[in-house]
């Protein structure tokens, strides 16, 4: 049998006790690793704010981008933002979605 240490008063107890024999209080199991319960919910976050991220991206693109000849912005748009910020904007949120995705429904 294994020995352990009383945490109230240092001395060396075996396993099998459930009380110290020296001090009588009552001995702590060993820690045990357990797994925290799975929220069914886990990724549910980062799919909605996936497709937000996603939705805000191909908006923006659409009206800054001149597609649309009546919503035309009222100010001059730089093209780096349509060629680069707002492309970026949008595969960040297809992968926010996949990842929230994968981890609503990995084990």
């Not at 939705?55 to 597609?67: A, E």
Request: aromatic share 12%; hydrophobic share 35%.
């Amino acid at each position: 049998m294994a020995d352990r240490q009383c945490g109230y008063c240092g001395k060396t107890v075996s396993d099998k006790f459930l009380l110290c024999p020296y001090c009588r209080e009552e001995l702590k199991a060993p820690a045990e690793r357990r797994r925290a319960p799975r929220d069914p919910l886990q990724g549910a976050k980062h799919i909605r704010r996936g497709l937000l991220y996603t939705l805000l991206g191909v908006v923006c693109y659409y009206l800054f981008g001149g597609y649309d000849p009546i919503l035309t912005p009222p100010f001059e748009v730089e093209p780096w933002l349509t060629d680069y910020v707002l492309p970026v904007v949008v595969l960040g949120g297809l992968g926010l979605m996949v990842f929230g995705v994968i981890r609503r429904y990995s084990g």
